[in-house]
């Protein structure tokens, strides 16, 4: 199965009701998947001997009409987006230098419903290594909006933190949670790359809806734990410890 049919399967849930009647329009999510996948052919570069690098920030411009019907689905469409535009990159050896993103925006020049253009650009994104939170001043805020709570992740190296002290390898690390899924994993293209031996390429990812976070755990290598137990998912709560290889940290919310 290619990667834009697994795109379409992984959208029949959503076919019935509110996305059905978002898309009564010319506009369909399988066209914008491909033109993703345009996009990143277009502007892929070689920048080293076996490495091509390709965009992983995107924006969909679209008219306000279109825009209007899509915003109530327009996380989980863009985060549908991404999973492909990652799968993709896979099948054809691309590589990211941050997380893949896509949103959607209106613009007054596209007045015909179903039209739309794509507009891209290579961001780096979020390094935790050697204790220390590396993001670009360069780089896009991670999420439009507040998440009620202001839930984050206080990281270190080895040892729990906990926040205001000091971790046995340095200070923690504070992670705002600013997005509904943050991927975690040693891969480039992960919201929080974390440079660790014993992390996986995609290891776990958090998923952050109103009240609720959920921890996931994505087939990794040496498996996620939680406050010390093995897990394959578990829902967080203020002061659950989290351990994904030598990695530990701890999930905060006001």
Avoid: W
Wanted: aromatic share 6%; proline share 3%.
């Amino acid at each position: 199965m290619g990667v834009l049919q697994r795109f379409e399967r992984r959208l029949e849930g959503m076919i019935e009701g509110t996305f059905a009647r978002a898309f009564k329009s010319e506009l369909q999510p399988v066209e914008i998947a491909s033109a993703v996948q345009r996009e990143m052919d277009e502007r892929a570069a070689i920048v080293a001997q076996g490495r091509t690098l390709v965009p992983n920030d995107f924006i969909v411009e679209l008219s306000a009409d279109d825009k209007e019907r899509l915003d109530a689905l327009a996380e989980s469409i863009g985060q549908e987006l991404a999973k492909l535009a990652r799968d993709y990159a896979t099948e054809q050896g691309y590589s990211f230098v941050g997380p893949v993103r896509v949103r959607f925006k209106a613009e007054d020049d596209l007045q015909t419903t179903g039209r739309f253009r794509i507009r891209s650009g290579v961001i780096r994104g979020t390094t935790f290594e050697g204790g220390e939170i590396r993001q670009p001043v360069s780089d896009h805020p991670r999420g439009d909006q507040q998440v009620p709570g202001r839930p984050r992740l206080l990281i270190s190296p080895g040892g729990a933190a906990t926040e205001g002290t000091s971790a046995s390898q340095g200070m923690q690390q504070s992670f705002e949670l600013n997005t509904q899924v943050t991927l975690m994993g040693r891969g480039t293209d992960c919201d929080l790359r974390l440079v660790d031996n014993g992390v996986s390429r995609h290891h776990a990812e958090i998923r952050v809806d109103d009240d609720d976070a959920v921890l996931i755990d994505l087939g990794s290598t040496n498996g996620t734990f939680v406050n010390g137990q093995q897990t394959k998912r578990a829902r967080l709560v203020d002061g659950t410890r989290i351990s994904l290889g030598r990695t530990t940290m701890t999930f905060r919310r006001d």
